[in-house]
């Protein structure tokens, strides 16, 4: 049983910043990418941002500059610290992870979304 946990989110002023967390626990063999996505009310989901296994990042370029992706291996956790925070940022934000289960299988999980609201 595989299960991404986000937590973090909140209720912030415009210039804020929040960090997103996701732990995924479970039977994993290997994670493979890790990404955040967000769905903001009346618009599509849309990928923030990645992390592969070996560390490279990739970002929505809305948020380049003032998101930061990382990611805690031994911990299978993820982190996206966001600064300098726009309404245009609210949204719930999803945890999403590329991995193999311990029978080899390939699976891409979801959590649950964290609210993340952005006042003007």
């Known amino acids: 049983q595989v299960q991404l946990v986000e937590s973090g989110g909140g209720l912030v002023q415009a210039g804020g910043s929040l960090r997103l967390s996701c732990a995924a626990s479970?039977?994993?063999?290997?994670?493979?990418?890790m990404n955040w996505y967000r769905q903001a009310p009346g618009k599509q989901l849309e990928l923030v941002a990645s992390?592969?296994?070996?560390?490279?990042?990739a970002y929505e370029d809305s948020v380049l500059g003032r998101f930061t992706i990382s990611r805690d291996y031994a911990k299978n956790t993820m982190y996206l610290q966001m600064n300098s925070l726009k309404p245009e940022d609210t949204a719930v934000y999803y945890c999403?992870?590329?991995?193999?289960?311990?029978?080899?299988?390939?699976?891409?999980?979801w959590g649950q979304g964290t609210q993340v609201t952005v006042s003007s």
């Open positions: 999403n992870a590329e991995l193999h289960v311990d029978d080899g299988s390939e699976y891409d999980y």
């Open positions: 479970g039977n994993i063999s290997r994670i493979n990418t």
């Open positions: 992390i592969s296994s070996w560390g490279s990042k």
